[in-house]
């Protein structure tokens, strides 16, 4: 017997659920794609991007997923035979340091704690200890979806200063865009990443580089330059065709331009930003419920790194593979598997973008009534410490 015959329900951390609204623009047909409404569709876009960094920064769209963006930011500003000194606090940071050791950048790993933020007394001692000012790079994540662990990028910022070090300070958000504060400006970042398919509540397939003053300056000795990525071409165009190197990607414009709509009747980014650290409280609340020797538990212990967008839970002695099967096959509910090494042990529910109380309480009721059948001990329960907090946020 199932209980799944309903709209499914799917919390992996992006794709996240598409609004319909943002669904039935991208199912406009095709316009004019020489003048008209896609242009000025595109210059509303653009001239939107800036905000959502929060920076006068230069904004950039490539056609690609967050891999692509990663790969405009090397290319642009790097060498071969640069170095970079990555920041590992979960996986991705590694996944785009490997990138960059395939395009003949040296990349040095600053090894971290799955469970802990950057540790930032590392980071000045080495970038202190760089004194010919060898590393040209400094690469980290906002948000780690692997590990749902959240960096104080002004705490690394801070680091960098201290040490007084010259690199490029490179941070990917491609999880956190529209989930977490992110200050551009205001902390000093001079390459900002991200991309559609998260907090921005728009299929995969358009990412976003922001690049300020310095690492613009940068690209004019970057010998990793490629015609496709390159930043020159696209700053100040001839034509809007030019913008995207090739043709608009009409459909995902469509899309990104009602969602940026849609945020800013929320009232902006500040509404949205608080949105979202109450949902993620909820769920932090919830497991913590949940929680027993052996048996349920949040990957960070600490509630001031947990990530706002995503949740990796540790499932103790239970099989997460069984445990999903539970949730989609029996009742619909689709949970985002464990990565990066947490395959065998976490799962991750995804709480970016189009999401309110009724959706994420419905998603911790199903799951804890999986747990409850599956005779995993609970602490008590998790939907009764999340409806707490999403009342104690409320106001009537």
Request: proline letters at 6%.
């Amino acid at each position: 017997m199932s209980l799944r015959h309903g709209r499914p329900m799917v919390v992996s951390p992006g794709p996240s659920v598409i609004p319909d609204r943002v669904l039935a623009a991208m199912a406009k047909p095709m316009p004019n794609m020489y003048r008209g409404e896609i242009f000025d569709i595109s210059d509303e876009v653009f001239a939107a991007l800036p905000k959502l960094a929060r920076t006068s920064g230069q904004p950039f769209l490539v056609v690609a997923n967050g891999h692509g963006a990663w790969q405009m930011a090397l290319s642009n500003t790097l060498s071969r035979g640069d170095k970079v000194l990555v920041i590992q606090t979960g996986r991705f940071a590694k996944w785009w340091g490997d990138m960059a050791a395939i395009s003949g950048i040296d990349v040095e790993v600053l090894a971290g704690d799955d469970r802990e933020p950057a540790d930032l007394v590392a980071l000045q001692a080495r970038l202190e200890a760089d004194t010919s000012h060898e590393i040209k790079a400094i690469l980290i994540v906002q948000t780690d979806t692997a590990t749902s662990i959240r960096n104080d990028i002004p705490a690394v910022r801070a680091a960098i200063d201290a040490a007084s070090h010259p690199g490029l300070f490179m941070v990917d958000c491609i999880a956190s865009l529209g989930v977490e504060r992110y200050e551009m400006d205001a902390w000093n970042v001079d390459v900002t990443i991200g991309s559609s398919q998260k907090g921005l509540m728009v299929p995969p397939g358009i990412s976003f580089v922001w690049a300020n003053d310095k690492a613009l300056a940068a690209n004019a000795t970057a010998d990793l330059r490629v015609g496709y990525l390159d930043w020159e071409s696209r700053i100040n165009p001839e034509m809007t065709y030019m913008l995207y190197n090739g043709t608009l990607p009409i459909s995902h414009l469509y899309a990104l331009h009602e969602a940026l709509a849609m945020i800013e009747e929320e009232g902006g980014l500040e509404p949205v930003w608080h949105r979202h650290e109450v949902l993620a409280r909820s769920v932090h609340a919830a497991v913590d419920a949940w929680a027993t020797p052996g048996g349920m538990e949040l990957q960070i212990p600490d509630p001031e790194y947990r990530a706002n967008g995503v949740t990796t839970i540790l499932t103790g002695s239970l099989d997460p593979e069984r445990l999903a099967e539970v949730c989609e096959d029996k009742m619909g509910l689709v949970l985002g598997a464990g990565i990066g090494g947490f395959e065998d042990r976490a799962i991750r529910i995804g709480h970016m973008g189009h999401v309110n109380p009724p959706m994420l309480l419905g998603t911790l009721a199903t799951l804890e009534a999986a747990l409850t059948a599956m005779g995993m001990p609970l602490g008590s329960s998790g939907v009764a410490a999340a409806s707490e907090v999403i009342a104690k946020a409320i106001t009537v």
